[in-house]
């Protein structure tokens, strides 16, 4: 979502005559887009704060904002830490950052926030469809930083997906905090299947994907859409968080370990070859060692394709910061996300074996150490071998070498029909 949001915040600066370049340093606008969901990252962001007063104190008339997460409705203590800040800004409030570099630069900035689409958007690119969001974890805090759940029309989706396939894009990811919760706050209400199959009417779009999935709300209408529409990939991004159920409750998740369970199970069922990658915490307030062996649990009876581990870290302003005390040492954390990641590397080992000698679309979108890299229908990453180095171009490759993290091939001549959808 971050991401998103600084593309479209970087196509109103183009707008505005301005040009992105490499170093903070150097620039004359800054704009530091936060993240606070673990601690580590409001450390990353506080420390380039520092860096960046220097610059301001040696270049008193450059910008430095700040947007984000790390923003809340009340900025009286951020102005007080960081006083080189001259503007901050809520997510998706792009609003007070152009009016700021407008005033500076002289010039009407209204016009810019009309149309924020990258114009030299990237072949797969993201699209934030929902905005906010209305679960209240105990242990997040993005529901007091981005607000309630606003979804955006599917017409307006629409037009933006159709604007982006006439600039070169072949693939969306459709984005929310909660993505599942799209169209429930319209009236009639909607949902995302409405929307996967509006989007799929888009001449010259090839993929579509979205995340993140809250288990509530996959509901059978979005798991049935993914197996129906030929457009939207065969992979579900579906988090658990805890496979226990004390903990679970805690969490304020909304679901038990064996509702979790049977939503895999309809997804598996429903939809052929699907990928199912997950996002889970360790350490949470009294997690115990069975509980969090119950966790491993889940990971054993599911095997996910990928695993996104992370160790609970306490985020002031949150419930549980409140109610429920971090007594889950630091090194335990560290000891459960290693177990975590021997056994997933092992599971992934053995899934990613099973791509070995067959035949897969690929869609070419970059390179790196000097190979093209490119995407499964999976998100399985795959370096190609044998393919031109422009993106955008779909390639049937043969996998003749795999590890837990990615796939490696060549590009083969072969008919369309001929080559395995996955």
């Not at 915040?9 to 936060?34: K, R, W, Y």
């Not at 396939?165 to 993505?179: A, D, P, W």
């Not at 226990?244 to 509702?259: F, I, K, Q, S």
């Not at 915490?281 to 009294?286: E, L, N, R, W, Y």
């Amino acid at each position: 979502m971050n991401k998103a949001d600084s593309e479209r915040l970087a196509a109103g600066f183009e707008q505005m005559g301005l040009s992105s370049i490499d170093d903070p340093a150097e620039a004359d606008v800054v704009i530091l887009n936060t993240c606070v969901v673990r601690q580590s990252a409001e450390d990353t962001a506080t420390g380039m704060l520092g860096k960046l007063k220097r610059v301001k104190h040696r270049h008193p008339e450059r910008i430095i904002g700040v947007m984000g997460c790390m923003v809340g409705p009340v900025k009286t203590d951020l102005e007080r830490r960081f006083p080189q800040v001259d503007v901050w800004a809520q997510p998706q409030q792009f609003e007070p950052i152009l009016a700021t570099v407008g005033s500076a630069l002289g010039m009407d900035y209204e016009g810019c926030l009309e149309n924020m689409i990258p114009a030299a958007p990237n072949i797969a690119t993201f699209v934030p469809i929902i905005h906010g969001c209305d679960k209240f974890c105990t242990f997040c805090i993005i529901p007091y930083r981005r607000g309630r759940e606003v979804s955006r029309s599917v017409s307006e989706v629409v037009e933006e997906v159709r604007l982006l396939v006439r600039r070169g894009v072949k693939e969306v990811t459709f984005l929310g905090q909660n993505v599942d919760s799209y169209g429930h706050d319209f009236s009639p209400q909607q949902d995302l299947a409405d929307l996967l199959h509006s989007v799929h009417q888009v001449d010259g779009l090839e993929r579509i994907r979205f995340l993140t999935s809250h288990p509530s709300d996959m509901s059978s209408r979005i798991i049935q859409a993914i197996a129906d529409l030929p457009k939207v990939c065969e992979l579900v991004n579906l988090p658990f968080q805890a496979g226990d159920d004390e903990v679970l409750e805690r969490m304020r998740r909304g679901y038990t370990r064996a509702e979790y369970l049977e939503k895999i199970a309809e997804i598996r069922e429903t939809i052929p070859g699907v990928a199912v990658t997950t996002d889970l915490i360790v350490g949470f307030s009294g997690e115990t060692e069975d509980q969090f062996l119950r966790s491993m649990d889940v990971l054993e009876a599911v095997k996910f394709d990928k695993v996104h581990s992370a160790a609970y870290s306490v985020r002031p302003g949150t419930i549980a910061s409140r109610q429920f005390p971090d007594d889950v040492t630091s090194d335990e954390k560290k000891r459960r996300l290693k177990v975590i990641a021997e056994f997933q590397d092992h599971v992934q080992t053995e899934i990613n074996s099973g791509y070995q000698g067959r035949e897969y679309e690929v869609l070419v979108d970059g390179h790196t150490r000097g190979r093209i890299t490119g995407r499964t229908r999976t998100d399985k990453l795959v370096f190609v071998e044998g393919a031109e180095s422009d993106s955008g171009r779909f390639v049937n490759v043969k996998i003749e070498g795999t590890t837990p993290y990615s796939l490696s091939g060549r590009v083969v001549e072969v008919e369309p029909a001929e080559a395995v959808t996955v």
